[in-house]
């Protein structure tokens, strides 16, 4: 249990413990990727519902990776139960006792005790938050990448599965073979037509062990997409120490985040769903213009702030936000380049959204941070980026600041910041990105060597439309830093 007996201050607010009877639950949602995000959004839609009497549907989580040993000792440890700790831009934090998860299954312990979970008939939902990064596409075509040697090794042997994809597969094969109907998998990553992706890459890995089991896949299982919206930054060890200071209770793993949260659902749930939308969930047919919208402004707003932000010297969003010449950027970005692109959104003011988005980054409480942006960039420009790049070249439009956004990541994987300090590149092919950026500086620079990278930029390099804006940035950069690059981009 987490521990609530530590002295309480006497200002203490107080906490919302669990009101229901959680050992009367049914553990319908297995979720891979039990992080900051998915304690954030959906555990907590859930135990909405929950405290509202709305369910009796409950959530087993999931590690897959091996660090995810620490998340499998904190939950054994605390039943499960964690504090949530939402905190608005003004006014008083809300801190919840979140129920909903009664069971977390580390899967390099036990591979086989969570196929038998999914197997089981009464898993309804697979759920997924396993970062962009998890999904093995690749980064040009979107293709799912069948050569991954991990992958390819796991299908052709005997041995139990390691991967999120063999487990779900395997679970799909047992419960055709045994006659169950097979669970929906429902993606919550921040990828455009994450259900799509889900459903395709799961097929491919699928049909590398059988392509009847693929087929029966395509044929039978439902890939719901979603668009998912709460700024949730790593949990820090001052957050731990304060939630004991201010609230009394000793947490292992607490989540912070804002007090925002969003979450738009396609209805496609065969066996059954709990009912999201008296949580707040808009449950929609087509997701679309959200996810557009979403990973146009908001992620790529994120990576507009995060490298130029981590050069001028921030460490923490809100302060990069609250930098005028630098939101000032973001925004432009998000007028002249990422809206463009959007469809409509059914009832949003895309104005009103963007003033949103800049608020909700520069809220103090969150402290979000910067390096947190700028983790595996590698995943993230293709997915938020580049496509909004693509679009407007389509489109005979400027690519301008999103030109600027790449020539800030080129910049900031030199690995040495303005200061001469060493940048720690946290990326699955760190390595690589360093080694094209070393190439963009000293006596011989090839300038444009950062886009060589085909496997990340595809072609771009060869559209001038897109490398004349990114030089001029990178040079700008190299000559005169960030800080009085931005005021020029904005000039
Ligand atoms: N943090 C946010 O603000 C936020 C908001 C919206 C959506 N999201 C989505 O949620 C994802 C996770 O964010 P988070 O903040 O919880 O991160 P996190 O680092 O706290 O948790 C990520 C989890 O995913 C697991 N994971 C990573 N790669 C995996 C793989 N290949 N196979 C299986 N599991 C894998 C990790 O082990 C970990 O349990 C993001 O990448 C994004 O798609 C995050
Ligand atoms: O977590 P990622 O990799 O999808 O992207 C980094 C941030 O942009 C992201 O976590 C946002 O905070 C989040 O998408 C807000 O809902």
Redesign the pocket.
């Known amino acids: 249990m987490i521990d609530l007996t530590a002295p309480l201050p006497e200002s203490a607010e107080p906490i919302a413990l669990p009101t229901y009877d959680r050992t009367k639950l049914k553990p319908a949602i297995v979720h891979f990727g039990v992080g900051g995000?998915h304690r954030a959004h959906q555990a907590m839609y859930l135990d909405r519902l929950l405290r509202d009497g709305k369910t009796d549907w409950a959530i087993c989580g999931v590690g897959a990776l091996p660090h995810d040993a620490k998340m499998r000792d904190v939950m054994k440890a605390q039943d499960c139960l964690y504090t949530l700790v939402e905190r608005p831009p003004h006014g008083t934090e809300n801190v919840i006792v979140i129920g909903s998860i009664i069971d977390y299954l580390f899967a390099p312990d036990d591979p086989d005790a969570v196929i038998e979970k999914m197997a089981d008939e009464q898993t309804k939902i697979v759920s997924l938050t396993i970062?962009?990064g998890g999904y093995n596409i690749d980064a040009v075509t979107g293709e799912f990448d069948a050569e991954n040697p991990d992958l390819v090794a796991e299908t052709s042997s005997d041995d139990p599965p390691k991967s999120v994809y063999g487990l779900v597969v395997e679970a799909l094969r047992r419960r055709r073979e045994r006659g169950i109907e097979p669970f929906t998998v429902m993606s919550c990553?921040?990828i455009q037509g994450n259900g799509h992706v889900a459903q395709g890459t799961f097929t491919a890995y699928a049909k590398m062990r059988d392509p009847e089991l693929a087929q029966w896949i395509t044929d039978n299982v439902a890939f719901p997409n979603s668009m998912?919206?709460?700024?949730?930054p790593a949990t820090t060890g001052d957050d731990i120490a304060a939630i004991e200071k201010d609230h009394g209770v000793k947490d292992g793993w607490p989540v912070v985040c804002e007090d925002f949260d969003q979450w738009v659902l396609q209805d496609l749930f065969p066996l059954g769903r709990p009912p999201y939308e008296e949580a707040g969930v808009q449950v929609v047919d087509d997701v679309l213009p959200y996810e557009l919208m979403?990973l146009r402004l908001?992620?790529a707003g994120?990576?507009a702030l995060g490298y130029f932000g981590y050069l001028s010297g921030y460490r923490l969003v809100h302060e990069a936000a609250q930098d005028e010449k630098l939101a000032r950027y973001v925004r432009a970005y998000m007028d002249n380049e990422g809206t463009p692109t959007l469809q409509p959104v059914p009832g949003v003011d895309l104005d009103e959204y963007k003033d949103s988005l800049l608020e909700r980054f520069a809220n103090p409480h969150v402290r979000?941070q910067v390096q947190?942006?700028c983790?595996?960039a590698s995943?993230?420009i293709p997915k938020?980026v580049l496509p909004v790049v693509r679009d407007q070249l389509a489109a005979g439009r400027e690519v301008r600041l999103a030109a600027a956004i790449v020539a800030s990541l080129a910049r900031y994987c030199e690995a040495i910041d303005e200061d001469g300090q060493p940048i720690e590149i946290n990326d699955r092919i760190a390595d690589t990105l360093k080694e094209y950026a070393a190439k963009q500086v000293g006596s011989d620079a090839d300038e444009l060597a950062f886009l060589t990278n085909h496997q990340l930029f595809g072609k771009l390099i060869e559209d001038q439309r897109f490398t004349e804006p990114y030089l001029e940035v990178l040079r700008s950069l190299h000559r005169d830093g960030a800080k009085a690059t931005i005021a020029r981009l904005v000039g």
């Open positions: 995000f970062t962009e990553d921040n998912v919206d709460r700024i949730t979403k908001l992620n994120h990576q979000d947190r942006l983790l595996e995943d993230r938020f």
